[in-house]
T-cell receptor, first 113, second 116 residues
């Protein structure tokens, strides 16, 4: 089973609409990353959240971390076609004394102009 | 820095052939990761290295897969013999450290492998 579950799996919105993507961990979170992947390309780092309650913004994208619930949400305000892509959450999962970067399956976002 | 460089970008090969994927991490990054991305399973960690030493290869699917890192600036992922189910996008990523890496992990552009 996935250690990081993302929802929804896919999202289609009209330009200008707000949207939220969620990421839930089955294990204790020691920090959580958000990445964006354009179709056919690599992953681009957006931001990292380290502390419970922390909130960060990158242009019109805001992410929050709820450590108690082991969840993070990524919110896009006034979406634009340039926001289209796959959004992945990732976290360092403790494994045998190391931290292994693990990722959710991603949320595919399409923004219609 | 040019970032993490992977080659080739696309590879089409016939079943049974050997395939070698290449990665050049960012200079100074001690950790290198190989991932495979498919629609069904998402992004799976195959193996990672620390200071050129393989640390965890539990994600390598079968003995047909092998990875090496002969020096700090080069790593390869080899599949021999290749099978159609190996078709996926393979990513390499590097990082100065693991655990709460403030700037995340830097990914290459990936190699799209198609085995026919």
């Amino acid at each position: 089973s996935q250690e990081l579950e993302q929802s929804p799996q896919s999202l289609i919105v009209q330009e200008g609409k707000n949207l939220t993507i969620n990421c839930t961990s089955s294990k204790t979170l020691y920090g959580l990353y958000w990445y964006k992947q354009k179709y056919g390309e690599g992953l681009i780092f957006l931001m990292m959240l380290q502390k419970g309650g922390e909130e960060k913004s990158h242009e019109k994208i805001t992410a929050k971390l709820d450590e108690k619930k082991q969840q993070s949400s990524l919110h896009i305000t006034a979406s634009q076609p340039s926001h289209a892509g796959i959004y992945l959450c990732g976290a360092d999962m403790a494994s045998g004394g190391s931290y292994i970067p693990t990722f959710g399956r991603g949320t595919s976002l399409i923004v219609h102009p | 820095d040019a970032g993490v460089i992977q080659s080739p970008r696309h590879e089409v090969t016939e079943m049974g052939q050997e395939v070698t994927l290449r990665c050049k991490p960012i200079s100074g990054h001690d950790y290198l990761f190989w991932y495979r991305q498919t629609m069904m399973r998402g992004l799976e960690l195959l193996i990672y290295f620390n200071n050129n030493v393989p640390i965890d290869d539990s994600g390598m699917p079968e003995d047909r897969f092998s990875a090496k890192m002969p020096n700090a600036s080069f790593s390869t992922l080899k599949i021999q013999p290749s099978e159609p189910r190996d078709s996926a996008v393979y990513f390499c990523a590097s990082s100065p450290w693991t655990g709460r890496a403030n700037y995340g992990y830097t990914f290459g552009s990936g190699t799209r492998l198609t085995v026919v």
